[in-house]
């Protein structure tokens, strides 16, 4: 139940494409879901999140959508551009208390020029 | 500003030997984690202080591995005895916990590149 699945592993799309990551929880405690983004040889860095009260935040070309009755969100990457290539990881934090973030297994994304 | 300082950045060792991974958090942070990443398991959470103290160590995978929070500004994991199975990169992040719904943003380090041959 503390699990966050992600998919897909591996996504490879060409410049200006839309770039789409999928993620599916089961725990309904989770109030806080974060998306980062790393790039190899650096930590995992914060990029969009989002809190099950709103259904999509929208900063510059990353968007998240939230399907609470679904326990489903997603990143969409509009306009993807190759400085994008990076693995991408969604997280959930438990309502609980304290910041610990449960993290999906994470997707590597390539763009291609 | 300096972000979540690691030390070291790579690591080789031997079976058997004892490791040390050290880590400063951001400054003014009151929350420290320490995340193991490999390709088969992903980003995982070994341990996480609030105030120096450890609230949660249920990920920390067996007895070899131990962390502790000295102060504010330093942390450190051990390893003893590392074995192959410990090769990862090992993470450090850091934020400031304000309490109930509020959420802090986790600053994560470069990391720890450990190989155990």
């Known amino acids: 139940q503390q699990q966050v699945k992600q998919s897909p592993q591996s996504l490879i799309v060409q410049k200006g494409g839309i770039s789409i990551i999928n993620c599916a929880y089961e725990n309904t405690a989770f109030d806080y879901f974060p998306w980062y983004q790393q790039f190899p040889g650096k930590g995992p860095a914060l990029l969009i999140a989002?809190?099950?009260?709103?259904s999509e935040k929208k900063e510059g070309r990353f968007t998240i959508s939230f399907n609470k009755s679904a326990k489903q969100f997603s990143l969409h990457i509009m306009d993807s551009q190759p400085g994008d290539s990076a693995t991408y990881f969604c997280a959930a934090r438990n309502s609980g208390g304290y910041n610990k973030l449960i993290f999906g297994a994470g997707t590597r994304l390539a763009v291609h020029p | 500003d300096a972000g979540v300082i690691q030390s070291p950045r790579h690591e080789v060792t031997e079976m058997g030997q004892e490791v040390t991974l050290r880590c400063k958090p951001i400054?003014?942070?009151?929350?420290l984690f320490w995340y193991r990443q490999t390709m088969m398991r992903g980003l995982e959470l070994l341990i996480y202080?609030?105030?120096?103290?450890?609230?949660?160590d249920s990920g920390m995978p067996e007895d070899r591995f131990s962390a502790k929070m000295p102060n504010a500004s330093f942390s450190t994991l051990k390893i003893q005895p590392s074995e192959p199975r410990d090769s990862a990169v090992y993470f450090c992040a850091s934020t400031l916990e304000l309490g109930g719904p509020n959420t802090g943003e986790l600053f994560f380090g470069e990391g720890s590149r450990l190989t155990v041959l």
């Open positions: 989002i809190r099950p009260d709103v």
């Open positions: 400054s003014g942070h009151n929350s």
């Open positions: 202080f609030n105030n120096n103290v450890p609230i949660d």
